[in-house]
């Protein structure tokens, strides 16, 4: 090793606790900042497939306008062709076909407006996790007549599993529909807007009621995982017919204003983390600073044989990149112990599940281990180490060989 | 042709409202390959006028050429690069870096230099073993008696073979076989390679060695006179 860093690593032990502490303090920031920003990047992954999930899916084929304005007749004609061939060129993705109208539902007791999805029942599951979230009853078999609803709004109708609702809306050439389904099963989103206002029926059916032939509303695509999304979105681009009218609407075009709270989440969690990194930063000048004024003596007769004080600014930068690298490689292993164990057994705190229950979450965390999380927490902490001894260096720049030399 | 002319070095310490005398309208020349000591009362400016030579201090007055060159009013950076080739200083306290090895110590200056490794690892070693340390090289100081750090200091201020040398009590923490060994060793730089050297002391021993005799009271000069120094004792 070059002398001039051992120089460095030598002076670094001549307090050993005091290099320890600092040590410490910048170990324990680096692994607190992994622990968050993993804890961060995955809570919004959970938080995006956990709005998406219910009815948005990651992508959406729809007829232009649809999104906006919902008219009935801004469908997308031969639904059933399209979704095959969507199916057979993304493998990977689940694809499910749905048409949507608001209607008028009435139980015996009281009547209420609804968004009616016509869904395919066998393929739903695959594009929606709401299925999945049965409070009461059974899902839809595709057999027609058969009606699902949000639990609030069966609360409303005061209607049970096996009571009939009455459906009432207009059809897709204007004409009247009217039907009546068998009410299978309630669904618990948890989202109160959707267990207000959603009912599902079977496709077929809903295509006959609301006189839509072959025609839907939207092709839903779910896809293994959100990283998927570009390509898969320019993919479908180029399967529609051309002159359709048609296009693909990604997660955050659909649901426009997720992406916004989770960017002033970011900035709220980033403001955390700066604090954290300036609380290091300091504890790194107090050492720092200490460790100069104390070999001022020291440092006199440095100056006194002809080294520069660029040399013992370069020798006090050293032995802080020292310093540095230790918190820097001791956070990132303990830090990454960390993470992989809770991305493997996953991690919560009291009163996180009703929590959790509260907003469509599942009850325990799991950090997305990863590169940014790892490396950029420790990495800037590095830095503002690095930084933080600028301070002490440049006093170096003021030393008087003289009277550095008499001095205690 | 002097190497090192002073001129009406005057130099004023404050402390608080008390004016200290340092240096009062000092002239000296010395010539290059001098042997020369300052002696003189404890206070009475020897330090003060070493620092001024060197260039680590200024003078409030007055004028220093060295080889020529005016140093009072040189930048700090190219005073720093002078003290760095061509002055070998050994301060009053041993001021050595505790952290480094005997060797490394002397090693580090000799980085700076600019000196390839090979090579100061070699002349570090020759010169431990010039100043009697052999088996030193590796004890750090806290581990040294005070004369041994001493040694290495004065190792670390001839290994370059500088143009001049200011020592400062060179032989205050000696015994009295040590001091003569340097003493000794000194003169030889002095006779074949024509070093500089100027030393502060109270030592008798040292007095006897030097050729001329510069002595100090309260910033002074009062006496410079050439002497015959005593022979190097044979080895
Ligand atoms: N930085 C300073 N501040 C105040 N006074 C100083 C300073 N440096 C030296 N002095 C004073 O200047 C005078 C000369 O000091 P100097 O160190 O040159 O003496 P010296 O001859 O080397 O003495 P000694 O033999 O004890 O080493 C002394 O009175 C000393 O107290
Ligand atoms: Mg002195």
Known sequence: MNLTWRLAWRNLWRHRRRTWLTVSAMVVCNVLLIFLIGLQLGSYDVMIEGSLGPVTGHLQVQREGFQEDQRIRDSVPAATALARTLRRALPEAEVGVRGTAFALASSEARSFGIQLQGVEAAREPGVSTLPGMLAEGRYLRGEGEEIVVGRLLARNLQARPGDEVVLLGSGRDGSMAAAVARLVGVVDSGVAELDRALAQVDLAWFQSVFAMGDHAHALVLRLPHLEAVPAAKARVQTLLPPDSELVVLDWDQLQPGLRQAIRTDMVSAWFLYGVLVLLVAFSVLNTQLMSVLERTREFGVMLALGLGPGRLARLVAMETALLGGLGLVLGILFGTVLTLALARWGFTYPGMEEVAQQFNLPARLYPRPGAAALLVGPGVVFVGALLAALYPALRLYRLQPVAAMRAV | ?235
């Open chain 2, 1 to 235: 042709m002097s190497d090192i002319r002073c001129r009406e070095l005057c130099k004023t310490f404050r402390q608080g409202e008390e004016r200290i005398t340092g240096l009062d309208r000092v002239s000296i020349d010395i010539d290059s390959g001098e042997f020369l000591c300052l002696s003189g009362p404890s206070g009475s400016g020897k330090t003060t006028l070493l620092n001024a030579l060197g260039g680590l201090d200024r003078p409030d007055s007055g004028s220093i050429t060295f080889g020529g060159r005016r140093i009072d009013c040189l930048p700090r950076g190219e005073l720093a690069d002078l003290r760095l080739r061509e002055i070998g200083f050994v301060f009053q306290a041993y001021n050595l870096v505790p952290v480094l090895s005997a060797r490394e110590n002397i090693e580090f200056v000799m980085q700076v230099q600019g000196v390839p490794a090979a090579e100061r690892h070699r002349r570090s070693l020759a010169i431990l073993a010039e100043v009697g340390l052999e088996g030193l090289a590796d004890r750090r100081p806290p581990a040294m008696s005070g004369g041994q750090q001493q040694r290495v200091a004065v190792a670390r201020a001839i290994v370059s073979r500088p143009r001049l040398v200011l020592a400062d009590e060179p032989t205050a923490n000696l015994d009295s076989h040590s001091a003569t060994r340097l003493m000794a060793l000194f003169q030889t730089l002095n006779r074949e390679h024509g070093v500089t050297f100027v030393m502060a002391t109270h030592d008798p021993r040292v007095m006897a060695f030097a050729a001329r005799r510069v002595s100090m009271e309260d910033g002074r000069i009062v006496a410079d006179r050439v002497q015959e120094p005593c022979a190097p004792e044979p080895a």
